[in-house]
């Protein structure tokens, strides 16, 4: 099955730095993969997703970019602000079925 | 984004008590829902997959007759902690697709504390 593996555990940047979140996963018929973005104590926000059709695609601050040939994908945000302080969570998905798998998550700390 | 509703929000409860969360699907139908468990500081794991009309699938060490799992309609899917136990304590998230593009939308989570 797959196996979805994240990195860095923890992020601490400066406000206005940029800060980036690695992803590697090992199925290669895998081809959604999407970020999400959770708050203390609430479920978890969609905040940017890719499909395999595609090498990286750019939402204001945040883009995201995929190497299918090394299985790897990769959240970018620029800018940061304190209200990106959250925990950050990669997954991958075949859409031929259900099950999406999550990568253990990336708390991001931006200090002002 | 699509909008998933789960309630309650957070709920304390007896040790030997049943309880039940509700995941709705606010603005689209959802053929098929998803429910996750979360403990302090790690990821969500999955605990069952729900497809309207038809039994839930759980995932292996989950046991099914502690967490009952009915998706009876196309908007809505309930999970039910039955006797529950102060190890069951957790933060309780639904999901649900909106189809076959494989996005997937999180309810805001119920946490359950069990005395």
């Known amino acids: 099955g797959e196996n979805v593996e994240q990195h860095p555990s923890t992020l601490s940047v400066q406000e206005g730095d940029s800060a980036v979140i690695k992803c590697t996963y090992s199925?290669?018929?895998?081809?959604?993969f999407p970020w999400y973005k959770q708050e203390l104590g609430k479920g978890p926000q969609l905040i940017i997703d890719?499909?395999?059709?595609?090498g990286e695609k750019k939402d204001q601050r945040i883009a995201v970019t995929l190497n299918k040939t090394a299985k790897h994908f990769s959240l970018h945000i620029t800018e940061t602000q304190p209200e990106d302080s959250a925990v950050y969570f990669c997954?991958?998905?075949?859409?031929?079925?259900?099950?999406?798998?999550f990568g253990t998550g990336t708390r991001l700390l931006v200090s002002p | 984004g699509a909008v998933v509703s789960q309630h309650p929000s957070w709920v304390i409860c007896k040790s030997g008590t049943s309880v039940k969360i509700e995941c709705r699907s606010l603005?689209?139908?959802?053929?098929?829902m998803f429910w996750y468990r979360q403990f302090p500081k790690q990821s969500l794991m999955l605990m069952a997959t729900?497809?309207?009309?038809?039994?839930?699938?759980?995932e292996q060490g989950v046991e099914k007759d502690k967490f009952l799992i009915n998706h009876a309609s196309l908007t809505l899917s309930t999970l039910t902690v039955t006797s529950a136990h102060p190890e069951d304590s957790s933060f309780y998230i639904c999901?649900?697709?909106?189809?076959?593009?494989?996005?997937?939308?999180f309810g805001e989570g119920s946490r359950l504390t069990v005395l």
């Open positions: 997954a991958a998905k075949n859409t031929g079925f259900q099950k999406l798998v």
């Open positions: 999901s649900a697709s909106t189809g076959g593009s494989g996005e997937l939308f």
């Open positions: 603005d689209f139908q959802a053929t098929t």
């Open positions: 729900s497809n309207e009309g038809s039994k839930a699938t759980y």
């Open positions: 890719i499909r395999s059709n595609v």
């Open positions: 199925d290669s018929a895998s081809n959604y």
